[in-house]
């Protein structure tokens, strides 16, 4: 039987409890007619899973494999033609359910069931399988490795969807600013943002984190400890474009009140 990874119950209050990790068995796979059995080569860490061993995560729950990235290779599969033409294919997996084509969001009424670690959805992609619907797939990008295609579905699909479908800013030209660009999210907006030719403008906490990000293609950067950091950013901006026309946020603070004031009027804050 197949081995997998999750949090075990210990007493402790939420946010000051660790979980202990602790091995359990899968069930022998079975694939239904349309599902398929993922061996799974490499699965990433986001920042959910510390706050599922802190108990600070909605529905966190014991027993369930964590971790809600992985890449594989597609080792058996149900009797349906949909499921058996992945066999053999090296994928990774779409890390929630609920959710297949729709930009506007989740077509489920039940919203979006990301993987691991919780009673919403029972698969996880820290054990030795997953078995899925071969609708949940996708293949692994040629030119990267299974680690590197592990790290991409969750962080990328959250900033795929605030860059380039909500925002609408990603364009040559536009000046993007990106906060917080020590985040998982943050990362994949910026190489989103950049490759698409926009101006990309970050803040950090952290000199050694805005440095990186310009060498990521980031065009400036501002330090959001510092007093005045919308000023330091207005004049970092190109002469001829002194305003923001979309904002990538997900850790608040006062970009809210000073962020939007750049903001160009009727454009948008995303994430
Ligand atoms: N991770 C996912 O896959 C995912 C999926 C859906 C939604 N989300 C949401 O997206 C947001 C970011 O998630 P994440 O996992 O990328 O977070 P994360 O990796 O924990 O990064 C959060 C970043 O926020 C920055 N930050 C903290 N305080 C700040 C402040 N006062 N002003 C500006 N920035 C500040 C820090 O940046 P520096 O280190 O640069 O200082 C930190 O690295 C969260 O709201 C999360 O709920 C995440």
Not at 12 to 37: D, F, R, S
Not at 52 to 76: E, I, N, S, W
Not at 235 to 258: F, N, S, T
Request: glycine residues 12%.
């Amino acid at each position: 039987m197949p081995k997998a990874i999750s949090i075990r119950k210990v007493d402790g209050k939420p946010g000051q409890v660790y979980y202990p990790l602790e091995h359990i068995q899968l069930p022998e796979p079975q694939p239904k007619e349309n599902e398929v059995v993922v061996q799974i080569t490499a699965a990433a860490l986001n920042h959910r899973d510390l706050f599922l061993r802190q108990h600070l995560y909605p529905g966190t729950t014991f027993g369930v494999p964590l971790l809600a990235d992985g890449a594989g290779v597609v080792v058996a599969t149900g009797s349906g033609s949909q499921a058996q033409q992945w066999k053999g294919k090296r994928v990774v997996l779409n890390p929630g359910s609920g959710w297949q084509d729709d930009p506007d969001g989740p077509e489920s009424p039940k919203g979006y069931a990301i993987l691991g670690g919780t009673k919403m959805n029972p698969l996880g992609t820290l054990g030795e399988t997953v078995t899925i619907g071969a609708e949940e797939l996708e293949l692994a990008p040629r030119h990267l490795s299974s680690v590197e295609a592990a790290a991409l579905p969750l962080t990328g699909l959250t900033a795929w969807r605030a860059v380039m479908t909500k925002s609408g800013q990603a364009k040559p030209g536009r000046n993007i600013l990106i906060t917080g660009i020590g985040g998982g999210v943050a990362l994949m907006a910026l190489l989103f943002a950049s490759a698409a030719g926009a101006n990309v403008f970050v803040s950090s906490g952290s000199q050694e984190k805005l440095d990186k990000a310009k060498a990521l293609g980031a065009a400036g950067g501002v330090n959001y400890k510092e007093e005045g950091w919308d000023k330091k950013l207005l004049a970092q901006m190109p002469p001829e474009r002194k305003m923001l026309d979309a904002i990538i946020d997900g850790a608040g603070g006062d970009v809210v009140e000073k962020g939007t004031r750049m903001l160009r009027v009727s454009h948008v804050l995303c994430m």
